[in-house]
């Protein structure tokens, strides 16, 4: 599962001794100090009688790593260790930059399949037909990879080679084809217009989503000027990403006010990050698209344009993660991310294991999208953070499929990728429209 999370900014820490790093960060009295040392005690005890008696041999390295991540994944859903790999990764991600091919792929039948080549990539340009199953990366099978590691596999050093065996329809027989990898760059956004209304989708919030966000609504400005109706912003399946973009987001579509405020440990830790003056579409009537799956950055957004009424909320129920998490890397390793605050809506509002509610509530079209769309939230999560702004409720047993992973995400519902099957975009529009026809009339004489 990909990284999701919020990044308020990153943390440089240093791999130091225990018992130097305890006093650097929380100088301790000698009552306290002392019970600390024989916690740390039992754990040396219990990890040599591992390292002695275990059935299998195990690295240091990975039961040490794996005592870290317990550490943190006991904290909440949302707090873990990244090793070396997984934290590389999580940069590749957040820049939505890579060495690859530029094909989206899924898994079938044990063979991964395209989806689709992205325009202007290697794989684009080698004949790489969205349909073909690829069967053999450089030669080895595919079968019997999850893909994640076929991924991997495809991704590497930019100009490197490689060799794909694709098995198309209508073909005879599978045949090679080679390409050489390049820098691939994944826009988070994607737009198009539906009438003289506006769409605007953002899919993740990476280092590049403020600003393709703003190129896209730029150009369905100048292709509709003055007679633009409308424009639905959609948030729908967006899990989150870095907390700069989703205040720059806002901030294009607010002239004033605050965005969002974090709040840690400490009350000297609050910060508050407000809107500076302009707003992109000078006014024009926006929905705001939400589900399930719109998760964290996603409501920010949401919840600073509906508290500050400049859009209007449609859809289902968001995911409900209030929480900031930091990335601290750790030098010569990985790094760690760690819940350090909850962050709150322009109305003092936590959304923590609540979600933000709709203005107007639209399921999608039929019975099994919204079954799919319910999903779990974050307050189905084994060990979230509770929301203070709620009265103590007794405590009830937590769902049995609610097991914590590294990365606990919102789980997607399909979204039609035929903007004429999309239910709840066809009504974000009819609501524009007839905004801009109730405006146009104006007041009887």
Do not use: C, W
């Not at 595919?142 to 050093?157: H, I, N, Q, Y």
């Not at 979230?384 to 409720?393: C, I, P």
């Amino acid at each position: 599962m990909k990284a999701r999370y919020l990044r308020s900014g990153l943390l440089v820490g240093g791999s130091v001794a225990v018992g130097v790093l305890l006093g650097q960060v929380a100088p301790l009295s000698a009552q306290s100090g002392g019970e600390v040392y024989r916690q740390l005690k039992l754990f040396a005890d219990v990890f040599e009688r591992v390292r002695a008696d275990y059935v299998e041999d195990v690295p240091d390295q990975t039961l040490i790593e794996n005592a870290i991540n317990g550490m943190l994944t006991s904290l909440d859903p949302h707090s873990g260790y990244l090793d070396t790999e997984r934290y590389r990764d999580m940069q590749v991600q957040t820049r939505g930059e890579f060495g690859g091919l530029g094909i989206e792929v899924t898994m079938e039948n044990g063979l991964i399949k395209v989806v689709s080549p992205i325009d202007d990539t290697p794989a684009a340009r080698a004949g790489v037909q969205a349909g073909d199953l690829i069967t053999h990366i450089d030669n080895e099978p595919v079968t019997g990879l999850a893909l994640s590691e076929a991924v991997d596999k495809m991704r590497g050093p930019v100009d490197t080679s490689i060799k794909l065996r694709l098995l198309r329809q209508g073909a005879e027989e599978p045949f090679d084809v080679t390409m050489a990898r390049a820098i691939i760059k994944i826009s988070p956004v994607r737009s198009h217009a539906e009438g003289m209304v506006g769409y605007v989708r953002l899919t993740t919030f990476s280092e590049q989503t403020a600003g393709a966000m703003r190129d896209a609504v730029e150009k369905l400005r100048a292709d509709m000027g003055s007679n633009m109706q409308g424009l639905v912003l959609d948030l729908r399946n967006n899990p989150g990403g870095l907390l700069d973009q989703a205040v720059a987001v806002s901030d294009a579509f607010l002239d004033q006010g605050e965005i969002v405020s974090t709040r840690g440990r400490q009350s000297e830790s609050i910060q508050r990050f407000n809107a500076r003056k302009g707003d992109i579409v000078e006014g024009v009537p926006m929905v705001v698209l939400i589900n399930g799956g719109s998760a964290s950055a996603s409501e920010i957004v949401a919840g600073a344009l509906q508290d500050h009424r400049r859009a209007i909320l449609m859809g289902t129920q968001s995911f409900g993660k209030g929480s900031v998490q930091t990335i601290m890397p750790i030098p010569g390793h990985g790094a760690i991310r760690l819940t350090t605050a909850r962050y709150y809506t322009p109305a003092g509002t936590s959304i923590q294991a609540k979600g933000i509610t709709p203005d107007i509530e639209v399921h999608a079209a039929n019975i099994q999208d919204i079954e799919d769309a319910i999903g779990r939230r974050e307050a189905d999560l084994r060990g979230r953070l509770t929301n203070e702004q709620e009265e103590a409720q007794p405590e009830q047993a937590e769902p049995a499929d609610a097991q914590p992973t590294d990365d606990q995400a919102p789980e997607a519902a399909a979204i039609p990728t035929d903007p004429k099957q999309d239910y709840q975009l066809s009504r974000a529009v009819d609501l524009l429209r007839g905004i801009a026809l109730y405006s146009e009339r104006g007041p009887l004489n």
